[in-house]
C-alpha cells in the first residue's frame, strides 16, 4: 500500500510487457488525454486569433508558444531530475488545464483583444517548458528498459491518435460552443489525464543514482550537459536528433502547405498526404508496439533516417497528389521508426538521475527551435522555389542520419533486453 501511495513501483510490475502493464496503460491514457487536448488547444487558439486579426498576425500567435519553450527547457529538465518527472508532470499539466479554462471563461464574458490570446500562448509556453522534459522523461521511469521500445511506439501511437482525433473535436467544439467551448473542451480532456496520471508509480532511483544534495540550477545543467558530452553515444545521438528535427519540421509543416497550393491540390489533396504520412508513422510506432525490441536500434535508426531524408527530397518533386501521398507514407514510416528509436536509445543511455535534463536537450530543438525557422522557410520558399528548400531540408536530415551511421558507438548501440 505505501509503494502506491508514494508512486513507487514493485519489482513485478516492471517485467510485464508494456502492453500488459496497468501501469503504463494508466501512463499512455492519461499521456493520449493531454495530447488530444493540446491538439484542441492549438486549434481553439488558432480559430480564436483569425476572429480578430489577419492570418499572418493569427500565425504569430499561435507559434508564440515556441519562443518559451525555446528559452526555459534545458531549465525544465533539471526541474524534472530534480523534483522528480511524475511530479512535474501532474503539476504542470494541472497549471494547463486551469489557463486553459481560464481562457475559455474569458471568451465567454467578453472579447479579448489579440494581447490576451497572445499572453495564453506565451504562459502555455512556458509551462510546456517544464512540462515536456518531465512528459518525455517519464516513461523511463515507469517501465523497465528492455520495455523501452515497446513505450516508445505506444506513444508514438498515442500521438498520431492525437493528431488523427483533436482537428475535429476541436471543430465540433467551435460548432457547438464557439471558441469558448472548444478552450473549454481543450481544458476538460487536459485535466481528465489528472486522475490517470496520479495513479501512475514510478520506480525510485537506483542508490548510485541520487543526488546526494540539491545544487544551482545552472550547476545542475552543466552536470546535465556534462554528461552527454562524455557519453560516447548520447553526443553523436542528440545531434543526430537535432539535425532531424530542425531538416524534417519546416517542410512537413509550412512546405507541405506551400507545396499544396502551388501544385493545385487544394485542402483535400494536402489532407491525403497528411493521411499518408500519418499512416506510415503509425505503422512504425505499431511495428515497435508490437515487436518491443529491434536488433542492431543504432545502425536502422540511421538508415531509416537517411531513407526518410531521400523521401523528404523527393516530396519536393512529386507533380501528383496519389504520388506525394505515397512519398509521406514512406517519410512517416521511416521518420517514425528513426525518432521512436532514437528516443528509446536517448531513455535507456541516459540514467534515470539525468533523463529529465538529457530530454530537454534532446527535444530541444524540435519543440522549440525548429517552429521558429518557420518565418526563414517561407522566406526560402519565395526565392527560390519549393524544390530547393525540400532539397536542403532533406539534406540536413541526412546529415543527421550520417552522424549517427558515422559515430562508431551510437552506430552499434543496442537496446536493452
Avoid at 490570446?117 to 523497465?144: C, E, K, N, S
Avoid at 481543450?186 to 537506483?206: D, E, N, Q, T
Avoid at 518491443?292 to 527530397?313: Q, S
Avoid at 521511416?334 to 539525468?354: C, H, I, K, N, P
Amino acid at each position: 500500500m505505501l509503494a502506491t501511495q508514494t508512486g513507487a513501483a514493485d519489482t513485478t510490475a516492471v517485467e510485464r510487457p508494456a502492453h500488459r502493464d496497468p501501469n503504463v496503460l494508466r501512463w499512455l491514457g492519461g499521456y493520449t488525454a493531454s495530447a488530444v487536448g493540446d491538439n484542441v488547444y492549438y486549434l481553439a487558439l488558432s480559430w480564436a486569433a483569425l476572429q480578430i486579426a489577419t492570418p499572418t498576425l493569427a500565425g504569430l500567435v499561435t507559434a508564440l508558444s515556441a519562443a518559451p519553450r525555446a528559452l526555459l527547457m534545458l531549465g525544465g529538465g533539471v526541474v524534472a531530475d530534480r523534483y522528480g518527472p511524475r511530479r512535474v508532470v501532474l503539476g504542470s499539466t494541472g497549471v494547463r488545464a486551469l489557463l486553459v479554462a481560464l481562457a475559455a471563461g474569458l471568451l465567454l464574458v467578453t472579447s479579448p483583444g489579440l494581447w490576451a490570446l497572445a499572453a495564453v500562448a506565451v504562459v502555455f509556453g512556458v509551462v510546456d517548458a517544464v512540462f515536456l522534459p518531465a512528459a518525455g522523461a517519464l516513461p523511463a521511469r515507469i517501465a523497465g528498459p528492455g520495455q523501452f521500445a515497446r513505450v516508445h511506439g505506444m506513444r508514438g501511437l498515442a500521438v498520431r491518435l492525437a493528431n488523427v482525433v483533436g482537428g475535429p473535436l476541436g471543430g465540433l467544439g467551435v460548432a457547438l460552443g464557439g471558441t469558448a467551448g472548444a478552450f473549454g473542451l481543450a481544458a476538460l480532456l487536459i485535466g481528465v489525464s489528472l486522475p490517470l496520471l496520479l495513479a501512475v508509480r514510478v520506480r525510485p532511483l537506483p542508490p548510485d543514482d541520487t543526488p546526494a544534495k540539491r545544487r544551482p540550477v545552472l550547476a545542475e545543467l552543466r552536470d546535465g550537459l556534462r554528461h552527454i558530452r562524455r557519453d560516447p553515444v548520447l553526443r553523436p545521438l542528440i545531434l543526430a536528433i537535432a539535425l532531424a528535427d530542425l531538416g524534417f519540421v519546416g517542410p512537413m509543416n509550412l512546405g507541405l502547405t506551400v507545396l499544396a497550393q502551388q501544385r493545385g491540390w487544394g485542402s483535400t489533396g494536402m489532407g491525403w498526404v497528411l493521411a499518408g504520412f500519418g499512416t506510415g508513422a503509425a505503422a512504425a510506432s505499431l511495428l515497435l508496439a508490437w515487436r518491443g525490441r529491434i536488433p542492431r536500434a543504432g545502425r536502422v535508426a540511421g538508415l531509416a533516417g537517411l531513407a526518410g531524408a531521400v523521401a523528404i527530397g523527393a516530396l519536393g518533386q512529386v507533380p501528383s497528389v496519389a504520388g506525394a501521398a505515397g512519398v509521406a507514407l514512406l517519410i512517416g514510416l521511416s521518420a517514425g521508426l528513426a525518432g521512436a528509436l532514437s528516443g528509446a536509445l536517448v531513455q535507456s543511455r541516459a540514467g534515470a538521475a539525468y533523463v529529465g535534463r538529457v530530454t530537454s536537450v534532446s527535444t530541444l530543438v524540435g519543440f522549440g527551435v525548429a517552429p521558429l525557422t518557420f518565418p526563414l522557410v517561407g522566406w526560402a520558399v519565395d526565392q527560390w522555389g519549393t524544390g530547393p528548400v525540400f532539397a536542403a531540408c532533406a539534406a540536413v536530415c541526412g546529415l543527421g542520419a550520417l552522424v549517427t551511421l558515422g559515430a562508431t558507438g551510437l552506430r552499434r548501440a543496442e537496446l536493452p533486453r
